[in-house]
């Protein structure tokens, strides 16, 4: 019962301030316009979920900088709560499925997002090229969850190198984010509406060019050696 009704806000939300930014966009012409609905967005949802946010390491990113944020995923509120961290133009690597529901691929599109196809790896490999071209068009940076999926125990699950391999591309550095108290927001009792705490940390950004193609694996390593550090109990 507590998963439809967190569903349903989100759904609820994300088509509001979704198609009102799919509408200032197509009038602008400026997608980077998303970040102020995205932000707002993230925090009507804390406000309906009584989630209070803390934000650390903001001192290791600069303002006028571009980056691959890489994040631990634990649950729905997790992109959201990102959107109002980095406080910036963000967008994310979506899974292939969401470009089957035709409304949300608009918005989704218009924002500047990108869908993979995680079954098929050449096109999601062509896809991360496309990306890695229109990055140059239109600055913006990227979130990624490179678990590929939201955790079951609340333990890190094994990286998938895609972030890496952007990273390489863009010459875009990586910031490790460990998103801490999520799982246990995710895990609550059906009429627990007591107020959650959840930690959003950035780690220091990780220069790609220290890194060559063929060891693309050992940046993924290092990435989450970073986000395991920072996460909280």
């Known amino acids: 019962m507590r998963i439809i009704w967190i569903y349903l806000n989100l759904i609820l939300w994300t088509l509001l301030f979704g198609l009102s930014s799919f509408i200032v966009i197509s009038i602008s012409g ?3 316009l998303f970040k102020f609905f995205g932000i707002i967005w993230g925090k009507t949802l ?6 209070k946010l803390i934000v650390k390491g903001e001192n290791n990113l ?3 900088i571009n980056y691959i944020f890489s ?3 634990a649950s729905l509120i997790d992109i959201p709560l990102l959107l ?6 963000t967008v994310f690597i979506a899974k292939n499925e969401l470009s089957k529901i035709p409304i949300f691929k608009s918005i989704l599109d218009k924002a500047g997002f990108i869908f993979v196809d995680r079954k098929n790896s050449n096109s999601a490999i062509e896809s991360m090229h496309n990306l890695s ?3 140059k068009k239109n600055p913006r940076s990227i979130a990624v969850f490179p678990e590929g999926t939201r955790t079951k125990d609340g333990s890190l699950k094994e990286f998938k190198k895609g972030a890496s391999v952007l990273s390489l591309n863009t010459k875009i550095s990586i910031v490790p ?3 801490s108290g999520s799982f246990k927001w995710s895990q609550k009792k059906l009429f627990d509406f007591s107020s959650s705490t959840i930690i959003i940390e950035f780690g220091k950004p990780i220069n790609p060019e220290n890194f060559s193609y063929e060891k693309r694996e050992e940046l993924t390593n290092l990435t989450k050696t970073n986000i395991k550090k ?3 109990a």
């Open 30 to 32: 400026r997608k980077n």
């Open 46 to 51: 804390s406000l309906i979920f009584n989630i």
């Open 62 to 64: 600069s303002s006028d």
């Open 71 to 73: 994040a631990n995923h």
């Open 84 to 89: 109002i961290a980095t406080n910036r133009y």
């Open 133 to 135: 071209i229109d990055i």
């Open 177 to 179: 984010v460990a998103i």
């Open 230 to 232: 920072m996460i909280r």
